[in-house]
């Protein structure tokens, strides 16, 4: 009987790839668990079930497991999860309707009341609205050694830049968020409120009651809308002149304010002509060039002027300079949805491909990677000038770069959410303190795009003791990346400086250096296959976990991504990477699901530590070593999904865990009744490893029916994702 204890793991469902993986996964380790006396209950936290949440139509699993995230008992495997765009929330909201579900259309303008109230509570569905909630603590991602070995012993190719490779990077330098930071550090808890002094003498509270702490950095800046729209002219026309490729790269999703702005200047900026032409048109019809070029073309149908403005589009495509494609074949390009191009994931991509990109006809070409924002673009343009001058890197020989990133309570970008404004009237933006003084404050013209940002203090100090038990614990250098010339940075570093000298760092090399140069010498010791702990922001720690990972094993998905929640829990997190749409594509197309679900085995062996040591349950301690050499044996045996049909895939890659941790579990000694409850599961599934097989590989090559996208019927995948007898019956006799 399983003991009585309030303790329990909780699995998330989410969305796309990591949701399917979820209903071939989950059985299994729910079986394994109960055996074990380990509880285990699902959330659903999928973009879906978040917008029936806000209408009162599911439970509001997000909030609840926020709560939960700041209590010792946390204890939550969070799989990757949909960081809507508005037209991945438009499509989710029609799928539920279709479906019977009682959601209201999102409004394509908020000019009533009762259409701001449906706008506020989609909101909080939209872009990074999940992970600035359960990310109560700081992030320690990095490649266990058991993946770095395999690494190192079945490289994949970086493919070298061409000799004279055009492929470069555009960035402001000026006007910009990087450029117009200033920052400050509160000397006593206060409230503040953002107001907008317009230059007609008018006063607009753009928030007000925020909260903040002594100690806490609070950050101002704005990217300058009429400098934005000069530099995407420029990098057009330098595009075309060099005849490079054209993209653009952003983070629509985390960011979800400033950057669907910032794309819809780019969009507006490819297609100048035909927004000066049609404009109103397009307006009128409430078509946002925020959404992307994909969201206006799918909107001109029912438009007097449709033809015309579509050809119009064409026209215009066909005559500027060649762009990059998302998918060539089905004619998506880059500026066609916000969230298909996302830098973290898009950038190393890039690096990796030998610096191209892909065009219209399908074909590899150089590019100009326009990143606006000049505050981590360096970042990128370091790593292609380290490439260009000395080669690809070499997954076989080069060490690792793990990261150690601030998050914790939406530290910096994540918290800018709230207070990021698109300013529809020059004037001046201060940010106000319950007494009155003006802490900050920038001269705006009408369509820059102002934000402030927020740091506690307490999650820093978390994050520098975060660090250096790193350091100590892997013997490795830490290097943290800020920038002492920008305003938010330099603050940042007093409080490094002074925590660091709270902790013990004898013997310790750790370093503060700006990112540009602190990418250089993570390379450079790369190179020569030392490791260096990169400490980051937020921002970067999202990219540096993409960036690191994609050029030393291919994909971030064999990351373990951890967060030690500051209360005493611990979050749990599945890989680095997102939730690989087009996997679920090849799934539906012809029942073949490529997702690698390493990252969930990685984070299940702490998850069951921590249930063994706050539970008292040792039975959860068994099972946390026995997944752990289980994946050992599954690494050594190459048994993650293959990227073709015909080979085992995620289903298959799951039936093999569970082969190899029946294994372990009947031949531990830790627990006699454990290892002969096992036994014959051990026996059953090694003796019908070849039909098993035989079953999953069957069902190849068919489309497969799952029912929907964004809410799958749940009897129709699990039939999908569950497709052998022999492996289904096997688990019900344990
Ligand atoms: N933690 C989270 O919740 C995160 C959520 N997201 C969200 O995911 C969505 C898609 O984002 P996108 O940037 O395209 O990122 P994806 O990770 O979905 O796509 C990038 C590429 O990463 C690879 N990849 C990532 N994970 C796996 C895996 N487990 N198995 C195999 N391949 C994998 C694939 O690349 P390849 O072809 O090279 O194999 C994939 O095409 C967005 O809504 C985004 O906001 C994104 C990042 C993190
Ligand atoms: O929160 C998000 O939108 C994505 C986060 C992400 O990409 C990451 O944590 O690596
Ligand atoms: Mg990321």
New binding site residues.
Partial sequence: MPPVTDQKIIYTHTDEAPLLATYSFLPIVQAYAAKAGVEIETRDISVAARILAQFGLADDALSELGELAKTPAANIVKLPNISASIPQLKAAIAELQAKGYDVPDYPESADTDEAKAIQARYDKVKGSAVNPVLREGNSDRRAPLSVKSYAKKHPHTNKPFSEGSKTTVATMGEHDFKSNEKSVTLTRDDTLSIVLETASGQSKTLLEGLKVLEGEIVDATKMEAAHLDAFLANALAEAKAQDVLFSVHLKAT?MKVSDPIIFGHVVKAYFADVFAQYGDDLAAAGLSANDGLGSILAGLGGLAKGEEIKAAFEAALANGPRLSYTNSDKGITNLHVPSDV?V??SMPALVRNGGRLWGADGGEDDTLAVIPDSSYAGVYQAVIDDVKKNGPLDPATIGTVPNVGLMAQAAEEYGSHNKTFEIAEAGTVRVVNAAGDVLLEHDVEAGDIWRACQTKDIPVQDWVKLAVTRARASATPAIFWLDESRAHDAELIKKVTTYLADQDTDGLEIKILSPELACSYSLERMRKGEDTISVTGNVLR??N??LFPILELGT?AKMLSVVPLIAGGGLFETG???SAPKHVEQLVNENYLRWDSLGEFFALVPSFEKYAEQAGVAGAQVLADTLDAATGTFLDEDRSPGRKLGTIDNRGSHFYVALYWAEELAKQTADADLAAAFKPLAESLRANEQKIVEELLAVQGQPADIGGYYYPDAEKTAAVMRPSATLNEALAAL
Avoid: E, P, Q, W
């Fill in positions: 985390m996302i973290d994931a999202d990219y976990t993409d971030s680095a990477g997102g």
